[in-house]
């Protein structure tokens, strides 16, 4: 049985707590999901624009060699169809 772990994240500017996130999450599982936020669940949210589009954020998140699939968030924000 494939054990896989999913986190959600703006992951806008991709630092050193993104990097620790991954890296524990991606001890817990076989698989490690991540789902990315879109830029108007970013501005909702946190109340500002995000410094990388939602495509850059996505890029970044899936050359990370601990993501087995990365994938941005539903578009209906409180939704988890994905």
Do not use: C
Request: hydrophobic share 40%; charged share 30%.
């Amino acid at each position: 049985m494939i054990k896989r772990t999913l986190v959600f994240g703006t992951f806008d500017g991709f630092d050193a707590g993104h990097h620790g996130l991954l890296e524990q999450a991606s001890k817990l599982g076989h698989e490690l999901i991540v789902v990315v936020a879109r830029d108007r669940h970013v501005r909702f949210l946190k109340k500002k624009e995000p410094v990388n589009t939602q495509k850059m954020r996505l890029a970044r998140v899936q050359k990370d060699p601990r993501v087995t699939r990365a994938l941005l968030s539903d578009v209906q924000l409180g939704t988890y169809h994905i």
